[in-house]
């Protein structure tokens, strides 16, 4: 199975900052990697697909880079609603795996 | 507009059955593809299985083959889970999505709100 490796496991940010969240692959995954974002008691919500790609509806301050191995997320300024826990997901093999998740807090 | 929502689960002994079901709506239910994935208390997210609605093509993580069974009826826009032989470990929180494409890459961009199994004597 490919091992997905999101660090920070936890991060405290003020709104405004501009925050980054990486993930890794154990192996390549090309582009097939998605971002989601969490909230408590709530389903998960895809952000960024195929790596880059910004889905239909989420503000433009979410951002999505790499491939291969090493991929990254990116806020630009964090806004109150962004607080939340975001996952990253491979999807180039069966079985699909998703890191550990990573829980942006409030400073 | 696309809404998925699950049904069916409960409080079940070691052992037992349970079925979840799925109704979807808003898209091409027959041309697409669905997932399950689960979420233990918690914890974070665990794919489960996942189903291709033209080849009727299944797929399953290693914990839950043999034991789990993805169905769909298109007549009925229904997606479904078979979960036998349950465990303790299987307690979770477990979401219906839709594939954003059923073209790689893959990604899920329309999820059920879930619906919570417990396995527990």
């Known amino acids: 199975d490919i091992q997905m490796t999101q660090s920070p496991s936890s991060l405290s940010a003020s709104v405004g900052d501009r925050v980054t969240i990486t993930c890794r692959a154990s192996q390549s995954v090309r582009n097939s990697l998605n971002w989601y974002q969490q909230k408590p008691g709530k389903a998960p919500k895809v952000l960024i697909y195929a790596a880059s790609s910004l889905q239909s509806g989420v503000p433009s301050r979410f951002s999505g880079s790499g491939s291969g191995t090493d991929f990254t997320l990116t806020i630009s300024s964090l806004q109150p609603e962004d607080f939340a826990t975001y996952y990253c997901?491979?999807?180039?093999?069966?079985?699909?795996?998703f890191g550990q998740g990573t829980k942006v807090e409030i400073k | 507009e696309v809404q998925v929502m699950e049904s069916g689960g409960g409080l079940v002994q070691p052992g037992g059955s349970l079925r979840l079901s799925c109704a979807a709506s808003g898209f091409t239910f027959s041309s697409n593809a669905m997932g399950w994935v689960r979420q233990a208390p918690g914890k974070g997210l665990e794919w489960v299985s996942s189903i291709f609605g033209s080849s009727g093509s299944t797929y399953y993580t290693d914990s839950v083959k043999g034991r789990f069974t993805i169905s769909s009826d298109n007549s009925k826009n229904a997606l479904y889970l078979q979960m036998n032989s349950l465990r303790a470990e299987d307690t979770a929180v477990y979401y219906c999505?839709?594939?954003?494409?059923?073209?790689?890459?893959?990604?899920?961009?329309?999820w059920g709100q879930g619906t919570l199994v417990t396995v527990s004597s």
């Open positions: 999505a839709k594939y954003g494409s059923i073209m790689a890459p893959h990604y899920l961009d329309y």
């Open positions: 997901q491979q999807s180039n093999a069966n079985p699909w795996t």
